[in-house]
């Protein structure tokens, strides 16, 4: 009897653990496109389009290395609509003598997983996901007996595990390239005028691709988002081209930029991978390398390429490895007790703030968006409202082409809304007009007057910037790094912190 291997979504890799020792020739490989997945949230139109259809070029690929692949896709009669049903179907099919499968990403598929055993009465072999550089063991280790878990210091670990830009034979006992682990200081340059973003990449869709856009725009017409102009890659091929791409043209001046906006702009010097590198086309670690040597070889700054690499084996393995460390309830953390429902705008991006109609349209077009526009704009916004955390998670994992929990999770609720109450940032993600002004040329193309805090022409991040703080003061008002804002608050006068809670107040009734 044969081996069944299922593999899920994101599991999209030659060299998936589910595979290491199997025999290609007494082993099925199950791949099922389910509506459970597909509609769990409503997720973006391109975000399921660019899943199955980088699913069904995957299943391709593994039937001409040699494994025979059973494909279910979603418009199958008989389909059954979840992960455990399909595996019942296949082992139905398939009579196999045992299931080998690579660890979920997260809870709640994870938890389908484990009752397979029983429920199958055949042996189940969960193995752990070595695509992420570490495990979650050596996580659970570096975080035991800290009180803060500090992605840095983590990232200190993983720069050392790994040799990456470190120096001497001894990655271990090494000392980090130029001196500083982080030189995140250097790279908080406002949008440049002069210096163009290269052009993004375009993958013209492939009759496979046609036909997954055609099933996706009958199916999920109620889902948000646009599959106009989608031009994603959909195999590991081109994947890579958009890789070398990157490090060719977007690499050098990624660090320097890392943080600017601009408008028009979702791509600037970022790379565009995180869906790629997320759902396994992609290696993360062999991506740092290819970053390393663009330093070794003089053609990238050593700010840009530490910069890269720390988003990498820094903060996405971080939050990985939180994400499995805090556990399921994470998703019901409500630090601030924010209730307020998001504004419908967040679905249609019609609003006259001219930086949320850009991150918010961009996201409906594109399903992505970069860093900054997702922390200091739409997230930045749905904190100083006091949206509630749980409708603010949902939202950013539907909408966003590279949002599975584990990642998106601990980025929303923890980085971006504080609801954990500081687990992994030390200080709330808020700002006023201003920062959004210094890092993008939004501000010249908006309605609204970014230097005015009341008024009809107020730009009302100003007014909800000091109403949140104000808010707030007896949970940050101590916090050493928020001193300097509250020290800014507790100096205007009287009338003028009135005038500013009323606007905000006023502008938080408009919304409803
Ligand atoms: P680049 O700017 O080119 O960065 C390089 C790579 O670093 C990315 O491809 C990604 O793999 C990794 N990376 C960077 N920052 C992070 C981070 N904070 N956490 C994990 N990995 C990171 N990233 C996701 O992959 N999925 C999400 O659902 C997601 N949700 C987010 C929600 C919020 C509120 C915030 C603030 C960030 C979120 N991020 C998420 C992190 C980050 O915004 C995206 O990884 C990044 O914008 C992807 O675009 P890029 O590939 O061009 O990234
Ligand atoms: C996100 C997603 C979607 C939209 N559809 C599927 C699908 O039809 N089949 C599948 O195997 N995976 C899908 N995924 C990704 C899964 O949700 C993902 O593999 C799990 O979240 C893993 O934990
Ligand atoms: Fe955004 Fe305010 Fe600038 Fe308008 S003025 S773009 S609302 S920060």
Redesign the pocket.
């Known amino acids: 009897a044969p081996t069944l291997i299922p593999i899920l979504g994101d599991q999209l890799s030659m060299n998936l653990s589910s595979l290491e020792g199997a025999d290609p020739k007494r082993t099925v490989l199950l791949m099922m496109e389910v509506a459970d997945e597909t509609s769990y949230v409503r997720h973006h139109k391109a975000k399921i389009a660019y899943i199955l259809s980088a699913m069904r070029h995957h299943a391709e690929a593994l039937k001409q290395a040699g494994w025979t692949v059973d494909y279910v896709t979603l418009d199958d009669p008989d389909n059954a609509g979840s992960f455990t049903g399909e595996v019942a179907r296949a082992v139905e099919r398939h009579d196999p003598e045992r299931i080998v499968v690579t660890q979920a990403g997260e809870w709640r598929v994870a938890a389908m997983l484990e009752a397979w055993e029983t429920m199958f009465g055949i042996p189940v072999d969960i193995r752990p996901d070595t695509r992420f550089i570490a495990s979650q063991a050596e996580f659970e280790d570096w975080a035991k007996d800290r009180q803060e878990l500090r992605m840095e210091f983590f990232y200190r670990l993983m720069r050392r595990k790994t040799g990456l830009l470190m120096k001497g034979d001894k990655p271990e006992g090494g000392k980090p390239e130029g001196g500083k682990w982080n030189y995140d200081a250097d790279n908080r340059k406002p949008a440049p005028k002069k210096d163009k973003p290269p052009e993004p990449l375009t993958f013209a869709p492939d009759k496979m691709t046609r036909e997954v856009l055609k099933l996706v725009a009958a199916r999920f017409d109620n889902h948000p988002g646009s599959l106009e102009g989608f031009a994603y890659a959909v195999t590991a091929e081109e994947a890579q081209k958009q890789a070398e791409a ?1 490090m060719a043209h ?1 690499l050098p001046k ?1 660090g320097d930029y ?1 943080d600017a906006m601009l408008t028009g702009q979702h ?1 600037l010097w ?6 790629y ?2 759902s396994g086309l992609l290696d ?1 670690l062999e991506l740092c390398r290819m970053a390393e040597a663009e330093y070794e070889d003089g053609n990238a700054s050593l700010n840009s390429v530490e910069g ?1 690499i720390r ?2 084996i820094g ?2 393995e971080y ?1 990985r490895g939180l994400y499995w460390h805090v556990g399921p309830d994470y998703v019901d953390r409500n630090f601030l007790r924010a209730n307020r429902p998001l504004p419908g705008f967040y679905w249609t991006g019609e609003t006259d703030m001219h930086c949320m109609a850009q991150a918010l349209g961009q996201t409906l077009d594109t399903a ?4 900054i526009q ?2 200091m704009v ?2 930045n916004f749905a904190i100083l409202i006091g949206a509630d955390p749980a409708e603010v998670h949902r939202w ?2 539907e909408i ?1 082409i ?3 929990e584990w ?2 999770l ?3 609720v923890g ?2 809304q504080f609801a954990d109450g500081g687990i992994i940032a030390s200080k709330p993600y808020v700002s006023s007009g201003a920062y959004i002004n210094r890092m993008s040329d939004y501000c010249g193309h908006c309605r609204y007057d970014v230097k005015q805090r009341v008024g009809e022409d107020a730009c009302p991040f100003n007014a909800l910037y000091w109403d949140f703080l104000a808010r707030h003061e007896d949970r940050f008002g101590e916090n050493p790094r928020m001193a300097m804002p509250y020290r800014n608050w507790n100096r205007m006068d009287a009338a003028d912190r009135k005038a500013i809670r009323a606007q905000a107040a006023g502008f938080l009734k408009g919304l409803g």
């Open positions: 990157f977007g990624f890392q791509q970022h790379s565009v991978l995180s869906p590198i997320n993360p890269y988003q990498i903060w996405r939050v992505h968006a970069h860093h997702r922390l739409t997230g950013y994992l966003y590279d949002a599975y990642v998106e601990p980025n929303v980085m971006s």
